[in-house]
């Protein structure tokens, strides 16, 4: 019953900005984390954010300093602010989180993915 809906992908021109978004509905007793991945065409998918429940985020050191992540737990949803976009950004953007329908377990859901393109 649980779903990801994102939004925001689009195509930019180098040095431009997106900001992603996740909203996280359906069954949801509690949610442990939020993030995003990212898969370009012939590599394998990679962490590029996460935000835990109690507020503690990791970043992949290539967007350290460029991408921001950020939730509003209110509205189960979290969000992506990237700027200064590289060429090497260009990827299918999925949005992940590990969330509790019940209190004594967990799931992962992914969703659909979207794609970023930055040109140069």
């Known amino acids: 019953q649980v779903q990801l809906v994102e939004s925001g992908g689009g195509l930019v021109q180098t040095g431009g900005s997106l900001r992603l978004s996740c909203v996280a509905s359906?069954?949801?007793?509690?949610?442990?984390?939020m993030g995003w991945y990212r898969q370009a065409p012939g590599m394998q998918r990679e962490l590029v954010a996460t935000?835990?429940?109690?507020?503690?985020?990791n970043y992949t050191d290539s967007v350290k300093g460029r991408f921001t992540i950020s939730r509003d737990n209110t509205k189960n949803t979290v969000y992506l602010q990237m700027n200064s976009l590289k060429p090497e950004d260009t990827a299918v953007y999925y949005c992940?989180?590990?969330?509790?329908?019940?209190?004594?377990?967990?799931?992962?859901?992914w969703g659909q993915g979207t794609q970023v393109t930055v040109s140069s």
């Open positions: 359906g069954s949801i007793f509690s949610i442990d984390s």
């Open positions: 992940h989180a590990k969330i509790r329908p019940i209190p004594i377990r967990s799931y992962d859901y």
């Open positions: 935000i835990s429940s109690g507020g503690e985020i």
